[in-house]
């Protein structure tokens, strides 16, 4: 397993400036080209870096799509790691495994009136076929073995936890409510319900 880092001026999150280094691997199990983005050296100067391991969402991060939260997620993280410092493990993993262009026909099945599961069932797919060994892989390639992890998903902690990640703690993103625009509180109310995410809807941040 081995690491190349570019030590080039990234300028990222909402206002773009931010500075962060970009970290490539090589070794990885599932041939996806996955980065981690490196925030005040937080991999060298913390024993235990927050960490967040975010899947790639064109339509979310780029577009801002009404659909989800996967974007504000994303500038959530990054402010917070420009404050404390950490490690966003950004996965190629997009539309929880599906691959775009199928995310594209649930966006169909969704504007029909099923929920984002629903339409990734109808088009033959499980519930989230993301998967987080080269997740792991990264963090030890990094020499990060302890963490405090930045998510709601259950899935993600147990993921780092059976994989010999020591997670210290779990720090929750907000509820992202988008004023206006139709799907987004469903969605996030359907991840709660359905996918058992740790999510306070109560928790809310309007744009």
């Known amino acids: 397993m081995a690491e190349v880092r570019a030590r080039v001026q990234l300028n990222v999150g909402k206002n773009s400036d931010i500075p962060a280094e970009i970290v490539s691997f090589s070794g990885l199990k599932d041939g996806q080209e996955h980065v981690a983005l490196i925030f005040n050296e937080a991999d060298k100067h913390q024993q235990t870096p927050l960490i967040r391991m975010h899947s790639e969402c064109l339509t979310g991060d780029v577009f801002h799509s009404s659909r989800c939260d996967c974007g504000e997620q994303l500038n959530e993280s990054i402010e917070l790691m420009h404050q ?21 026909d649930a966006y169909v099945l969704q504007s029909q009136g099923m929920n984002t599961y629903e339409a990734n069932n109808h088009l033959g797919f499980a519930d989230d076929l993301r998967e987080f060994s080269d997740a792991v892989l990264m963090l030890k390639a990094l020499a990060v073995t302890q963490v405090k992890l930045m998510t709601n998903n259950p899935k993600k902690l147990s993921a780092l936890a059976d ?15 988008k004023v206006g625009l139709t799907g987004n509180q469903a969605y996030l109310e359907t991840k709660i319900k359905h996918g058992s995410h740790m999510l306070d809807i109560k928790k809310i941040q309007k744009p």
């Open 84 to 104: 404390e410092g950490g490690i966003l493990l950004y996965l190629r993993q997009e539309g929880r495994g599906i691959g775009l262009y199928n995310k594209l």
């Open 163 to 177: 994989n010999g990640i020591d997670v210290k703690a779990v720090v929750g993103t907000s509820a992202h409510i």
